[in-house]
Nanobody
Framework: QVQLVESGGGLVQAGGSLRLSCAASGIIFSIYSMGWYRHSPGKQRELVAAITSGGSTNYADSVKGRFTISRDNAKNTVFLQMNSLKPEDTAVYYC?????????????WGQGTQVTVSS
């Protein structure tokens, strides 16, 4: 059974920092691309940051220079370091694990963790 368990969300003032963690089990973590998405009321879910199995990263323009995604394959965990937080970063953040093969697309989600940034 695949599980992605997020932690680290909470309430923080604008300008503050949070570090999200996502612990994975039930998958061969090292071969999966991992991503963080967020969803806030009235908006579509958006990709915040992603990291491939090889370590390449990409970020939404809105978080470049403020957020950093990283992974620890030994601990089956992906992180999202969020600095200089803004009220518009308020959302539920979801961890995603994805792996595409010629025949199957494996795609798993965590339950989400709330991040609230006060002004």
């Amino acid at each position: 059974q695949v599980q992605l368990v997020e932690s680290g969300g909470g309430l923080v003032q604008a300008g503050g920092s949070l570090r999200l963690s996502c612990a994975a089990s039930g998958i061969i973590f090292s071969i999966y691309s991992m991503g963080w998405y967020r969803h806030s009321p009235g908006k579509q879910r958006e990709l915040v940051a992603a990291i491939t199995s090889g370590g390449s990263t990409n970020y939404a323009d809105s978080v470049k220079g403020r957020f950093t995604i990283s992974r620890d394959n030994a601990k089956n965990t992906v992180f999202l370091q969020m600095n200089s937080l803004k009220p518009e970063d308020t959302a539920v953040y979801y961890c995603n694990a994805a792996k595409e093969t010629p025949s199957v697309f494996y795609n798993y989600w965590g339950q989400g963790t709330q991040v609230t940034v006060s002004s």
